[in-house]
């Protein structure tokens, strides 16, 4: 099975700067999709962004970017210009495209913004 | 929000009872999952479904059964609930040329006292 470990069980950004998460996963496909989902306290799970492994640009979604390492299995998630509507629990995930459909999900780390 | 509805949306019951969780989708989306989340774990997934009739369980369905008879509706049971099983549970399609898109429903709190 395939493994997806968030090592940051906890951080806080002041509004306005720059955080970086951190997920890492073991696989040994090489055809897979990583993701970062957002969790607000309304408990709805919504998808920030999307990165296929086989493309070497990194995945931007307006102030949300991605640093892909394939080599080092490492998918953090940079979040720029940090805003109070950002503090929510941030999972990591991965699916493969080799083996089916299933996702696996990091464990999440709770992101606070402060005024 | 893909079109996902799950009910009910809470639901308190006592150990030993089944329960039974709906997820509804109007898109007519070919794979469908059940996942619990439950606080250090994340969201581990109970079964998944991909197609009508089409199952395959994940890594946590030990206590859980699911069927799908229709391309709309997944259905979770637990036959005998416990407390072990009290959790949130989503529901959740996949979508895009490669199914790699994943949409989940609003999720429902279950308590078993």
């Known amino acids: 099975a395939q493994t997806v470990t968030q090592s940051q069980p906890e951080m806080s950004v002041q509004e306005a700067e720059t955080v970086t998460l951190s997920c890492t996963y073991d696989t040994s496909e090489s055809n897979y999709y990583l993701f970062w989902y957002k969790q607000p306290p309304s408990r709805q799970m919504i998808l920030v962004i999307r990165?296929?492994?086989?493309?070497?640009q990194n995945a931007t979604e307006n102030r949300f970017s991605v640093n892909f390492q394939k080599a080092a299995k490492s998918f953090s998630l940079k979040i720029s210009d940090s805003q109070l509507g950002d503090t929510a629990m941030y999972f990591c995930?991965?699916?493969?495209?080799?083996?089916?459909?299933?996702?696996?999900f990091g464990t999440g780390t709770s992101l606070t913004v402060i005024p | 929000d893909a079109g996902i509805t799950q009910s009910p949306r809470h639901k308190v019951t006592e150990t030993g009872t089944p329960v039974t969780l709906r997820c509804h989708q109007t898109?007519?989306?070919?794979?469908m999952y059940w996942y619990r989340q439950d606080p250090g774990h994340g969201l581990r997934l109970i079964h998944y479904?991909?197609?009508?009739?089409?199952?395959d369980k994940g890594e946590v369905s030990d206590g859980y059964s699911v069927s799908r008879s229709k391309t709309e509706d997944f259905l979770l049971t637990l036959e005998s609930a416990t407390s072990s099983q009290t959790s949130v549970y989503f529901c959740a399609i996949a979508e895009g040329p490669t199914y790699n898109e994943q949409f989940f429903g609003p999720g429902t709190r279950l308590t078993v006292l």
């Open positions: 479904s991909y197609g009508v009739k089409d199952t």
């Open positions: 990165q296929e492994a086989y493309k070497q």
């Open positions: 898109e007519n989306h070919r794979y």
């Open positions: 995930a991965f699916m493969s495209g080799e083996t089916g459909n299933q996702f696996y």
